[in-house]
């Protein structure tokens, strides 16, 4: 049999490079086998999930038109309720985005007049339009909704004080973001979300929670909906797409808000009963039942990125030892070419579009140029390989996905082969 390190370097891996990982690697695997234990609950919980809602084979084959009685898509909305532990859920291939699912929630559960509060500092860049942050044509600001920040402390705690001074009788929906996005605040566990929505309730009950769950599925046994959010919100070409979903985006929680979501992304009257599936259900099923599995693989190589690149001397958040609770890495590379180098890395190690350099550009909804890598089977899914940052000082890269722990081991390779050809790192 050949030997794994002559494939490696056929593939253009040095056996520096090579070896350097393979050290890094042998002092994880402790950490490995706390990923698979919560990979395995969370295989078994979406297994019963699928069990309970009892999937046949008749949900896989989808509806054309109208999409009345779609068995299959109310099914699975079933499957995603029972997993996030809520009253309903609204799982739709027209949700096209994460940024659309969120708008969707948004702009469905809060009414003229009300306020929107996130206690967690700034959102997601993409929301900035959704909310008006960045005054946007058919943003909420145009609809004469308010929107309050109370950023987190410089040692990333909660602002209690300054929460409980922003909460008042216009509050009407708390937007918490889990991960941390392009920002290198750490992200939030489950377990301290549950401390903030508990703070929050407790001064005013009626108050919808609402957690951008992006990139937080399946990472933890438990999910936001588990301990007091009233809506989780999410893209299924991350975490619970599992590679497989080609599109879509899920809200999981109390009746009402999912109610109020339907009727607004389909119409008054019409709300969940309408929506064809197409073709696109076994994709979404098998993707979900993937998912633990693919999470586990992301997380894997966010593990031994960080690692790779704080043992050679950068920032990484998170570090190379502190727990999880999403798939991100960021990496603080600290100059535009060490950017393109890694990202020229992550591209050459990709089954599709592997012969591609990739270059910033300008993005909508980004208000810098941006750098994306990936060669992904689903344009654009980030629960595939991927790297991505915005052409601006620190010269951050975020890095997230591979179904595979073997495709990102790869991909890290390469992106440090990358830099040490340019002669931007030494070993
Ligand atoms: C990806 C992401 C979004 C937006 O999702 P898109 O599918 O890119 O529109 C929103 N919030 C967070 C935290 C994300 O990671």
Not at 51 to 79: H, N, P
Not at 342 to 355: L, R, S, T, Y
Not at 394 to 420: D, E
Request: contains cysteine.
């Amino acid at each position: 049999m050949q030997e794994t390190k002559d494939i490696y370097q056929s593939l253009g891996i040095s056996k520096e490079v090579y070896d350097y990982g393979n050290k890094i690697l042998s002092e994880l695997e402790d950490r490995f086998k706390i990923i698979d234990e919560t990979a395995e609950y969370n295989q078994l919980k979406v297994i019963k999930a699928m069990q309970d809602s009892r999937v046949s084979e008749a949900c896989l084959l989808g509806t054309t038109g109208y999409g009345y009685d779609d068995i299959g898509r109310d099914t699975l909305e079933k499957v995603y309720a029972k997993i996030f532990n809520t009253e309903d859920a609204l799982v739709r291939p027209q949700i096209t985005c994460g940024t659309h699912a969120l708008a969707l929630a948004l702009m469905s559960n809060l009414r003229p007049g009300d306020e929107l509060l996130s206690p967690v500092g700034k959102p997601y860049d993409t929301l900035e339009e959704v909310i008006g942050i960045r005054p946007s044509r058919g943003s909420l600001a145009e609809y004469n909704i308010s929107y309050k920040q109370v950023d987190l402390l410089s040692d990333g705690s909660f602002d209690y004080e300054n929460i409980k001074k922003a909460i008042n009788e216009k509050t009407r929906l708390v937007t918490i973001q889990r991960s941390k996005g392009y920002q290198t605040r750490p992200t939030l566990s489950v377990e301290r979300i549950k401390e903030l929505i508990a703070f929050i309730k407790n001064i005013k009950p009626e108050v919808i929670c609402m957690v951008d769950n992006c990139y937080g599925e399946f990472v933890e046994t438990i999910e936001p909906t588990d301990v007091g959010a009233d809506l989780v919100v999410g893209s299924l070409i991350k975490n619970p797409g599992g590679g497989l979903a080609p599109i879509g985006g899920y809200l999981a929680g109390k009746k009402e808000c999912i109610e109020n979501a339907a009727v607004r992304l389909t119409s008054p009257g019409l709300a969940k009963e309408v929506g064809a599936s197409l073709s696109v259900l076994p994709s979404l099923y098998q993707g979900l039942f993937l998912a633990p599995t693919v999470t586990a693989s992301a997380l894997k190589t966010s593990i031994f990125a960080a690692n790779v690149y704080e043992k050679l001397g950068y920032k990484v958040v998170p570090d190379g030892i502190e727990s999880r609770h999403d798939i991100i890495q960021a990496v603080t590379l600290g100059s535009k070419e060490k950017v393109l180098a890694f990202c020229e890395g992550i591209q050459k190690a990709a089954p599709v579009d592997g012969f591609v350099i990739p270059e910033p550009w300008d993005m909508p909804g980004y208000d810098s140029e941006v750098i994306m890598a990936a060669g992904a089977f689903v344009s654009g899914s980030s629960i595939e390989l991927s790297a991505d940052g915005p052409m601006k000082e620190p010269y951050n890269i975020y890095f997230q996905g591979g179904l595979t722990f073997q495709h990102g081991k790869f991909g890290i390779l390469s992106s440090l082969q990358s830099l040490v050809n340019k002669g931007l790192i030494s070993l």
